[in-house]
């Protein structure tokens, strides 16, 4: 992974995209799109992709990750409660015995795995809670390293507390000074609730003065009381940060009485914040207190999205101390959160492809992505007819573009079945579009 070809030309045809048009093809040049529309004109020996009326949409993008402890499941024992807190105490069993080449080789090929599947946009949260800071040199050293196939944003995350760990604020400014981009935070871990509103409120100043975003795992917990969302966004309009500010989890909100809610949305609103919501980290991780009924823990998307606010899904975690399981897969992070947050609508199902391609770019503030003329030649091509196929599929990645080339390649899913009358490939899981019949 240290050199790339420059920007290539490519010209997509007969594909369909996420709104719904159908037979566009789409025309890159050095990199980046010029065209979208039916039957285009490209350069004599323009190389071609045909989508043969698949699904072509923007890639996926990962806006809430940590990926200096992923891949690091069983190290260096495994969460037998399953809890949060479990989890980061054995994250701290496990921080001493890091080392940078470690770090670096599981992020690398966690990397390799998002390419195949079509993530190219990755916000990850790196702990700066250890005096070495050895997790933000090694992720600092793999954005270099990967951001030719693959754009990596990183967030100071102050894991064992701002406030409540000696030291953090030095740590998070030194993590800022070495190039981290974005401001992290979680204010439901400091000692008590006007600790955590204290850490907001000095995290959003650090961030003004620099001119930075803000990222902030927030009100990760059961607790109806954990109220921490509310001084981050009333921090955000203080401040001037409208658009800048996202609260990650939110996870109390679900537990909240609704007449607050209904105050504190609006609140959200007029700050403009983001929200991430993690639905495979928080149904796995919230409830693990309750009795019959268990809460789901995930906060409230339909509302917030009905509030207009921008809210993604992220991936969380992948095979680390709170979770064994993942494989960046943004549609199995899309597929849970529809089924969580009951979102089975037919727009309210296409919002939930959104939560994992564009809303999350906005978020980031990536600027050139999207399947529009000007933005950079990104986009995957799946094999579905259409966003709510592709989440009920799980679709293979048939093709990953970066840049007007393509960097990863899976071959279509197929089954062949035998019940007698000779083998008959069928394809596997099945397309259901247009009337069309799988082979039974
Ligand atoms: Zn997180």
Known sequence: MTTFPPAQDLIVRNASLPDGRRAQDILILAGTIKAIGPALDAPEATPVLDAKGDLVAPPFVDAHFHMDSALSYGLPRINASGTLLEGIALWGELKPELTHQAIVDRALAYCDWAIGRGLLAIRSHVDICDPRLLAVDALIEVREKVAPWLTLQLVAFPQDGFLRAQGSRERLIAALDRGVDVVGGIPHFERTMAQGAESVRALCEIAAERGLRVDMHCDESDDPMSRHVETLAAETTRLGLEGRVTGSHLTSMHSMDSY?????????????????????????????????????????????????????????????????????????????????????????????FSAVTTAPAKLMGLDDYGLMPGCRGDLVLLQAGDPVEALRLRATRLAVVRGGRIIARTPAATATLDLGDGDRPTLNPVSWRGGERPGF
């Open 260 to 352: 607050y809610v209904s105050k504190l949305i609006a609140l959200m609103a007029e700050a403009e914040l983001g929200v991430i919501a993690n639905p495979l980290i928080n149904i796995t991780l919230q409830g693990r207190h309750d009795g019959y009924p268990k809460r789901r823990g995930m906060t409230r998307v339909p509302e917030l999205l009905a509030a207009g606010l921008t809210v993604a899904f992220g991936h969380d975690c992948v095979m680390d101390p709170w979770y064994g399981l993942g494989s960046a897969d943004m549609l199995e992070v899309a597929a849970m959160g529809l089924h969580v947050a009951q979102m089975t609508g037919q727009s309210a199902m296409a919002e939930c």
